[in-house]
């Protein structure tokens, strides 16, 4: 299983019969200041980027059946302090709620942009092949909510939708295997980091 950004270290997870800290999704509120997302916001290059494909574990599938975005992916080399914090979020969520075993970030995170008419259906970031090895999904909202309307990131958990929020600097944290989508934007542009954490199969 290759990972491109090992974490440096873990703490011990202290695990029970049960695990009855599960939530289905939980989120940092300001994870990134103002300034940080700004940042962030300017490594967004043009002609980096690609249209969006959804990868089921054996092929890419057509991206307009269920996701259509455009993507670019940021590098570790000068954004370490990125994948630090985010590294950080998703082992302190790890060790207090889902209590998964990981061991770092599978690829490089993605800056998606949503515009109009973009949008994620209903899917799950868990599938078969290398899909099968991640265990946290992550999103962080670099937009502020006025600025688009639409692209609501939503959980569908047992027949009850919910959707997460929408503050600008937050990072979302998630069960690849929680089924997820972001609505179509109807104005503006939104934009957000993706990526996710891996680790060995479940067993």
């Known amino acids: 299983?290759?990972?491109?950004?090992?974490f440096r270290s873990l703490p011990p997870i202290?695990?029970?019969?049960?695990?009855?800290?599960f939530v289905d999704y939980m989120w940092y509120n300001g994870l990134f200041k103002e300034e940080e997302v700004e940042t962030i916001r300017s490594l967004w290059k043009p002609d980096q980027t690609i249209d969006a494909k959804v990868n089921t574990g054996d092929q890419d599938i057509a991206k307009e059946t269920l996701r259509k975005s455009e993507i670019m992916f940021i590098?570790?080399?000068?954004?370490?302090?990125?994948?630090?914090r985010l590294?950080?979020?998703?082992?302190?969520?790890?060790?207090?709620?889902?209590?998964?075993?990981?061991?770092?970030?599978?690829?490089?995170?993605?800056?998606?942009?949503?515009?109009?008419?973009?949008?994620?259906?209903?899917?799950?970031?868990?599938?078969?092949?290398?899909?099968?090895?991640?265990?946290?999904s992550i999103t962080v909202q670099l937009s502020d909510p006025d600025e688009y309307e639409g692209g609501e990131l939503q959980f569908m958990i047992n027949q009850?939708?919910?959707?997460?929020?929408?503050?600008?600097?937050?990072?979302?944290?998630f069960p690849s295997f929680a089924l997820h989508r972001v609505t179509p934007i109807t104005k503006g542009c939104r934009k957000s980091i993706v990526g996710w954490i891996s680790g060995p199969p479940y067993r």
Request: with cysteine; proline share 3%; hydrophobic share 35%.
């Open 160 to 173: 009850t939708v919910f959707t997460a929020t929408k503050e600008k600097g937050t990072a979302i944290i």
């Open 14 to 21: 202290a695990r029970k019969e049960y695990n009855y800290e």
């Open 75 to 84: 590098k570790p080399g000068g954004n370490e302090w990125i994948y630090d």
């Open 87 to 136: 590294s950080n979020a998703c082992i302190q969520a790890n060790t207090g709620r889902y209590k998964f075993d990981i061991t770092g970030f599978q690829t490089e995170l993605q800056l998606a942009s949503y515009g109009i008419k973009h949008f994620f259906d209903w899917h799950m970031d868990f599938g078969s092949g290398d899909l099968s090895n991640r265990k946290l």
């Open 1 to 6: 299983m290759p990972i491109i950004r090992p």
